[in-house]
């Protein structure tokens, strides 16, 4: 499985991004899919995930509110629409998949499929 994310850039405070995780490979290993970020000097930290069907999510206590996690399985495709964006939303982020169904756990290590990131920057 290759995991490919997209849609980064530079944004004001307040503004909204939309990130997209095109997927290739087996769509058995895209039971579970989710978002990590990881800023400079920090460790890498979970975002929000969703379960196949869509009708599960997960979110970090921080975005919560303001950040949305979708995906469309015809296009082997996840998204985070990201609105009301703070400067600590900056960071380089990762999307992630594995073939086991979406549980509580939000640690990076329960995820077996990574793409390369995509940089996040809030800034005016």
């Known amino acids: 499985v290759q995991l490919q994310a997209s849609g980064g850039g530079l944004v004001q405070p307040g503004g909204s991004l939309r990130l997209s995780c095109a997927a290739s490979?087996?769509?058995?290993?895209?039971?579970?899919m989710g978002w990590f970020r990881q800023a400079p000097e920090k460790e890498r930290e979970f975002v929000a995930a969703i379960s196949w069907s869509g009708g599960s999510t997960l979110y970090a206590d921080s975005v919560k509110g303001r950040f949305t996690i979708s995906r469309e399985n015809a296009k082997k495709t996840m998204y985070l629409q990201m609105n009301s964006l703070k400067p600590e939303d900056t960071a380089v982020y990762y999307c992630a998949s594995r073939p086991r169904p979406l549980t509580a756990t939000r640690t990076s290590n329960e995820f077996d499929y990574w793409g390369q990131g995509t940089q996040v920057t809030v800034s005016s």
């Open positions: 490979g087996s769509i058995l290993s895209l039971n579970t």
